[in-house]
């Protein structure tokens, strides 16, 4: 059974980097995308970017400019970075695995999210 | 804006069937995938694929696919099914994930 333990920051300044890791136990890293979301309170699920295990990153574009995705192989950890936080960033990130899968009937390829860190409150204040 | 499109707020009365629907260009070749969330808990994935539900998710629950729509049906909904469903994808060129905005159920 995967697990999924991060840690981090969750309090910062405007103008800070965010920075949260997350550790994968008890599963492969190959074969999955290893993505980073986030939740600003009372709002909907957000998708930042995400890395496979060879190390190629895909990112939000509303975010690219700021984001950085990373992977540790050696120690199975995938890192966030996020430059130059406002309070617009305030929000529940998490880490998650996606999975994904064929069907050969229809033709349709699907992802899904199946394993999810506890998530890290991040609070940007002056 | 949310380039999947959910229904706005949705209600159903205790033991009757509910549908939300997700509308989206992005799902024509991709099964959209669907999370439950309460209040103050992480999302639960729900449905995902052709209409596959995770080990402990209730029968009730089931999911379909036509064209740019994608359906998520609760079959005799119950009370703890009252919660935030979000669907989801990654888009045709395959280089992201997108949510929806999320539809609140409430269970009358």
């Known amino acids: 059974q995967v697990h999924l333990q991060q840690w981090g920051t969750g309090l910062l300044k405007p103008s800070e980097t965010l920075s949260l890791t997350c550790a994968v136990y008890g599963g492969s890293f190959s074969g999955y995308y290893w993505t980073w979301i986030r939740q600003p309170p009372g709002k909907g699920l957000e998708w930042i970017g995400e890395v496979n295990h060879r190390g190629i990153t895909n990112y939000n574009p509303s975010l690219k400019s700021r984001v950085t995705i990373s992977s540790d192989t050696s120690k199975n950890q995938f890192s966030l970075r996020l430059s130059s936080v406002t309070a617009a960033d305030t929000a529940m990130y998490t880490c998650v695995r996606t999975n994904s899968g064929y069907d050969l009937s229809t033709d349709s390829h699907y992802y899904y999210m199946d394993a999810w860190g506890k998530g890290t409150t991040v609070i940007v204040s002056s | 804006s949310s380039e999947l499109t959910q229904d706005p707020p949705v209600s159903v009365a205790l033991g009757q069937t509910v549908r939300i629907t997700c509308q989206g260009d992005?799902?024509?070749?991709?099964?959209a995938t669907w999370y439950q969330q309460k209040p103050g808990q992480a999302p639960v994935l729900v449905i995902y694929g052709k209409n596959k539900r995770p080990s402990g998710i209730p029968d009730r629950f089931s999911g379909s696919n036509s064209g740019n729509t994608a359906s998520l049906t609760i079959t005799g909904a119950q009370a703890e099914d009252e919660a935030d469903y979000y669907c989801?994808?990654?888009?045709?060129?395959?280089?992201?994930?997108?949510f929806g905005g999320g539809t609140k159920l409430t269970v009358l």
């Open positions: 989801y994808s990654r888009d045709s060129g395959g280089y992201r994930q997108i």
């Open positions: 992005r799902l024509r070749g991709y099964y």
